[in-house]
């Protein structure tokens, strides 16, 4: 059986009195997508820090494609691509002289390589621009390129898209996605609840806890131990206190122009219309829907 790409033995990290990572385990397969979901602070970057080997453990262990990230960090480095939050770039340089660099770094002087990971991420049309200059969505693709010039098996993107909007967003998933078809294995920390949703298996983070990690589909199956409603009703906000009081209903909050309740699973949708009736909501809506990540997240931290 071929050893996993990634693992995490009981990972933990303390600085003096707090636990940024604690006991986290986890394993990561050949060619996989995985997203590693939490808010900020919750501990992902120093998840990853320890996974490369930036950091020592307080305790644990873990291994990058075979090598022990304590004593083999080198030899990890040469072999994974890793973005970090910051996206480091030389903003004085142009874009392609930024690639040149890295490339450089894993000893690629050929510019063949070079010219492919441009036309692969769109990056010609801003070639001899300076990275200071360009706008955010190209900084994070000229920011990719340097992290895959030299073809790495593993990916690892802290945060990639944080600050980018939507459309850039889904690009950039797709690039991503790209790449995994070619057998490079992605593992990608967010704190957007969407993005999660491409992902093959999501981790879910919170205060420094792996709470949950598996599909999309099956963590909404599990995860939650009831139905999701889309609730409509006037005026919103007493809607929203008139949940809070209904027996049953264990999570209710705001969604957009609607609410969102999550109810143990034997209240139906007529019965919990009923009772928003019964206190004094005129004429609500009910919705079944399917639960989000955030639900599931919510749940999971409610636990």
Not at 66 to 86: C, H, L, P
Not at 236 to 245: C, H, N, Q, T
Not at 258 to 267: C, G, S
Request: with cysteine; hydrophobic share 40%; charged share 25%.
């Amino acid at each position: 059986m071929t050893e996993p790409v990634a693992i995490a033995d009981e990972l933990t990290k303390r600085f003096g009195d707090f636990t940024a990572v604690d006991r986290v385990s986890f394993e990561v397969a050949e060619g996989e997508v995985v997203g590693y979901l939490g808010p900020n602070g919750s501990g992902k970057t120093t998840t990853i820090r320890l996974m490369l080997g930036l950091l020592r453990p307080t305790s644990g262990h873990a291994r990058l494609l075979g090598y022990d990230t304590q004593t083999q960090a080198e030899a990890i480095r040469a072999q994974v691509g890793y973005m970090s939050q910051r996206f480091a770039l030389y903003d004085e340089l142009t874009a392609w002289e930024n690639l040149s660099f890295y490339a450089g770094v894993y000893g690629i002087t050929d510019a063949r390589p070079l010219a492919v990971e441009f036309e692969r991420l769109h990056l010609q049309a801003v070639r001899d621009t300076r990275a200071g200059e360009l706008p955010l969505g190209f900084r994070q693709r000229l920011a990719l390129a340097t992290a895959i010039v030299h073809k790495p098996p593993l990916l690892i993107l802290d945060e990639p898209t944080s600050g980018v909007d939507p459309a850039a967003r889904r690009e950039f998933w797709d690039l991503i996605y790209d790449l995994s078809e070619s057998g490079v294995t992605a593992f990608v920390t967010t704190h957007y609840m969407d993005e999660a949703e491409y992902c093959g298996r999501v981790g879910i983070m919170r205060r420094g806890r792996l709470l949950a990690m598996d599909s999309p589909s099956h963590l909404k199956q599990t995860a939650l131990h009831g139905r999701a409603w889309d609730v409509f009703g006037e005026p919103v906000l007493e809607a929203l206190d008139a949940l809070g009081r209904i027996r049953g209903v264990y999570r209710a909050g705001l969604a957009g122009d609607h609410l969102r309740a999550l109810t143990e699973p034997h209240v139906g949708g007529k019965e919990l219309t009923g009772m928003l009736e019964a206190e004094g909501i005129h004429t609500p809506r009910v919705v079944s829907v399917e639960p989000s990540l955030e639900d599931v997240f919510l749940s999971l931290a409610d636990a």
